[in-house]
């Protein structure tokens, strides 16, 4: 395995245009903000590295990607239709996942809890900043991070009773 990429979707009532780039707390050094038809798209942390973060509006991304059959999934799963729809993904290289001993398909699926939480716990986090405690690892995680952080990629495959899908990516394209 030299690379992987694990994602969610997810809707929410929190205003994601507030939240500030000081407020991903991160062991990267590089934080990119992105912005389409002057309205918030994302942000991508660790650009160039072997493990890096895209959190942008999968609602927003579509609208150019034409991938309209998300809808659809979505609704499936309780979307109302009208909200906005983030998405965060980690992408992890070859490097990390050999850090990790994720080296098969296999091991990627006995690990995708360990990659989840290492990456949502320890590489980053979406904090509370407080401007009276200069030390970000004491500021508190925000609501919305608490609850993507739990995220149990094992019991949501054993609860849809099917595979979490992993396919091969085609070596004529990039994956």
């Not at 970000?136 to 009773?161: N, S």
Request: hydrophobic share 35%; aromatic share 12%.
């Amino acid at each position: 395995v030299s690379r992987v990429d694990v994602c969610i979707d997810f809707s929410t009532t929190t205003p994601i245009n507030e939240i500030s780039v000081g407020a991903w707390v991160t062991r990267s050094t590089k934080k990119d903000v992105y912005y389409a038809h002057n309205q918030l798209s994302g942000w991508v942390i660790g650009q160039g590295g072997d493990l890096l973060a895209r959190i942008y509006d999968k609602t927003l991304e579509i609208k150019s990607s034409h991938k309209l059959y998300f809808k659809s999934v979505w609704k499936e799963q309780g979307w109302s239709g009208s909200e906005s729809v983030w998405r965060v993904e980690f992408q992890y290289k070859r490097e990390v996942l050999s850090e990790m001993e994720v080296h098969t398909l296999g091991s990627l699926k006995e690990r995708l809890n360990q990659l989840w939480q290492y990456a949502t716990e320890n590489w980053l986090r979406l904090t509370e900043p407080n401007p009276h405690d200069q030390t970000v690892t004491r500021w508190p995680i925000h609501p919305l991070w608490g609850k993507l952080q739990t995220v149990d990629w094992a019991t949501w495959a054993q609860r849809e009773q099917m595979d979490i899908p992993i396919r091969r990516a085609s070596k004529q394209r990039n994956p």
